[in-house]
């Protein structure tokens, strides 16, 4: 069955930069979309940046500029390279991806969560 795999957070000092990966594993027929999300503590999950299958990103306007998504299709895998980062950044980070698996029908998933702290 499918499985989002996040990786990559870590403890970085405001102005540094960290790289979280995400790989779906098992058979999937089709991926719609795959991406980012975050929660702080006390606030609600919020979108951070999404990549489509036709190759379109989206991102929250407090990470343009200084976040980029990308992905590796062969792999099944979605990167996202954070620059510049700042305390307002600290959250944990969820893989999202909304997708087809081979005996199943389009549905969503998420990943265990890995945590970003940005502190001096």
């Known amino acids: 069955q499918v499985q989002l795999v996040g990786s990559g957070g870590g403890l970085v000092q405001p102005g540094g930069s960290l790289r979280l990966s995400c790989a779906a594993s098992?058979?999937?027929?089709?991926?719609?979309?795959m991406g980012w999300y975050r929660q702080a503590p006390g606030k609600q999950r919020e979108l951070v940046a999404i990549?489509?299958?036709?190759?379109?990103?989206n991102y929250a306007d407090s990470v343009k500029g200084r976040f980029t998504i990308s992905r590796d299709n062969a792999k099944n895998t979605v990167y996202l390279q954070m620059n510049s980062l700042n305390p307002e950044d600290t959250a944990v980070y969820y893989c999202?991806?909304?997708?087809?698996?081979?005996?199943?029908?389009?549905?969503?998933?998420w990943g265990q969560g890995t945590q970003v702290t940005v502190s001096s």
């Open positions: 098992g058979i999937i027929s089709s991926i719609n979309m």
């Open positions: 999202y991806a909304n997708l087809r698996p081979r005996s199943g029908s389009m549905s969503s998933y």
């Open positions: 990549i489509f299958s036709g190759g379109t990103t």
